[in-house]
């Protein structure tokens, strides 16, 4: 079964709605056999039913779906050719087979924009080997079909560079908007493992990892990672790319030092503007480089997500708009950050199965065990509405009081050394480091900030100081008065 939801301008729902607030199933799957049973030597065998989804994808303004027979189906803005034989694009409110892989397995795709990548075996059927050939089609206004040139494409194309002849065999797609990422394992017959990262298309954001901002057409490999990391896993956001290896070495490049779609990152000096190579994520879990377990990537328009401990914690850093990052708040976070999982309720009804013993406990007994760990979610979940709410006053005042003092924004990715070394901020020794490695201009605009900041305290006091005398005087008349009086 399949359900989407979203905005559907362009019919890249598959149920014919424009717009769809809930998950709507697509009916569509439901009627249809494989495409073979479309075809009409093959119409009288269909049994009506239904295909089953392996594999789905999304792009900009497509979707894509692999079922259990390895057909491509694609719904949404559409590369085709016209009546000219041109490419084109053409909405489709339902889903359509790609024909030009039927007889092939479709084991791997993805999309970006307006272009598609995917992995199709060379022969009818995928036995597991390294009989795979890469195919793309669609937009190729930045080369990001890696096919040589920027012309586009109606009908899937041979990437060259992984045809059948190919040294290098492909095992996981990613597109960004307008750029490709390939992974690739070497073929080889003495079970030596080499895999390797290429990219191509659009660059001017450092998203190919290549050093510079230029697009190229033809992919190229990303000869900054380690020759010797097996990666595992890769995704591109809109204008970044994100890789991950077995031993839990993630690395990220494009825009905004590989977060992506960031334009207001907080990111001052030589920290700010674009990677044009990968740069290595820090694990905070061990203060190192490495994650444990790693799983699997994945990257929105401005944020990241890894699994990590063999599917049991997820990490997210980037823009935290919307609450996207999964900590509980908005902020943005440029660093990995836990992401609170598994949500609190799951952990308490998993403890409730755990505990349940249908054979040796009575039904009573089930409704006060259910009734009281409805009591222990929540207090819990009210406990942990309060320490959201602690947080983010706590979070507040230090930023308040950061600026306060050092006149600038406590950065996440550069906490001060002794918050580092010892768990305990020492505001004083900070201030004096700041004012020994500030210039004169820097020290200049400092005693103007603390001149003024003492300046108005100097007011606040003198005129308290002057309200008090006012407060003295008028006393002092009123028992005057009374004194004379007759």
Same mark, same amino acid.
């Given at each position: 079964m399949m359900v989407l939801f979203g905005p559907g301008a362009i019919m890249s729902l598959g149920h014919g709605k424009e717009n769809?607030?809930?998950?709507?199933?697509?009916?569509?799957?439901?009627?249809?056999?494989?495409?073979?049973s479309l075809t009409e030597e093959?119409?009288?065998?269909?049994?009506?039913?239904?295909?089953?989804?392996?594999?789905?994808?999304?792009?900009? %303004?497509m979707s894509l779906a692999i079922d259990d027979h390895g057909s491509l189906w694609i719904w949404g803005n559409c590369p085709q050719a016209n009546d000219?034989?041109?490419?084109?694009l053409s909405s489709s409110s339902v889903p359509l087979p790609v024909?030009?892989?039927?007889?092939?397995?479709v084991v791997k795709v993805a999309c970006g924009n307006e272009h598609v990548v995917a992995v199709v075996s060379a022969g009818e059927t995928y036995t597991g080997g390294d009989d795979l050939v890469c195919y793309a089609w669609g937009n190729n206004n930045h080369g990001q079909l890696g096919l040589g040139d920027k012309e586009s494409r109606p009908r899937p194309e041979v990437i060259s560079t992984f045809n059948e002849e190919s040294s290098w065999v492909v095992y996981e797609v990613a597109c960004g908007a307008f750029h490709t990422a390939i992974l690739t394992n070497k073929k080889s017959y003495n079970q030596e493992i080499e895999s390797k990262c290429w990219t191509f298309g659009l660059g001017e954001n450092g998203q190919l990892g290549h050093g510079t901002s230029k697009s190229i057409c033809l992919p190229q490999a990303v000869d900054a990672l380690p020759r010797d990391a097996f990666l595992v896993s890769l995704d591109c956001g809109l204008f970044h790319t994100s890789v991950v290896s077995s031993a839990?070495?993630?690395?990220?490049?494009?825009?905004?030092?590989?977060?992506?779609l960031c334009p207001d990152a907080s990111f001052t000096g030589t920290d700010a503007g674009d990677a044009y190579v990968p740069l290595r994520i820090r694990a905070p879990e061990t203060n190192g480089f490495r994650f444990a377990g790693p799983i699997q990537v994945a990257c929105g328009a401005a944020h990241t997500v890894l699994v990590s401990d063999n599917g049991y914690k997820l990490w997210a850093w980037g823009r935290g708009r919307s609450g996207v990052l999964g900590r509980g708040q908005t902020a943005d976070s440029y660093v990995p950050s836990t992401v609170i999982w598994p949500p609190l309720d799951t952990v308490f009804k998993n403890e409730k199965l755990k505990t349940d013993d249908p054979i040796s406990k009575t039904e009573d007994h089930e409704v006060g065990k259910t009734v009281?760990?409805?009591?222990?979610?929540?207090?819990?979940?009210?406990?942990?509405?309060?320490?959201?709410?602690?947080l983010t006053l706590m979070e507040r005042y230090a930023g308040l009081l950061h600026i306060s003092i050092f006149r600038k924004q406590l950065?996440?990715?550069?906490?001060?050394?002794s918050l580092q070394d010892s768990g305990v901020f020492d505001i004083r020794k900070e201030l004096e480091n700041v004012l020994e490695n500030a210039d004169d201009?820097?020290?200049?605009? %400092?005693?103007?900030?603390?001149?003024? %900041?003492?300046?108005?305290?100097?007011?606040?006091?003198?005129k308290r100081r002057v309200r008090e005398l006012v407060k003295e005087c008028l006393v002092s008349l009123s028992t005057g008065r009374q004194h004379h009086s007759p």
């Open positions: 769809c607030s809930v998950p709507c199933l697509i009916e569509h799957f439901k009627e249809l056999g494989s495409p073979d093959s119409s009288t065998d269909h049994t009506g039913t239904s295909l089953k989804i392996c594999a789905v994808k999304a792009g900009g %303004m000219d034989g041109e490419f084109c024909w030009n892989f039927h007889g092939h397995t839990g070495d993630v690395w990220s490049w494009g825009m905004e030092k590989g977060l992506g009281e760990m409805d009591h222990k979610l929540s207090a819990a979940t009210e406990e942990l509405n309060f320490l959201k709410t602690k950065d996440e990715r550069r906490l001060p050394q201009e820097e020290l200049t605009r %400092m005693e103007m900030f603390y001149r003024s %900041m003492l300046s108005t305290v100097k007011d606040r006091l003198m």
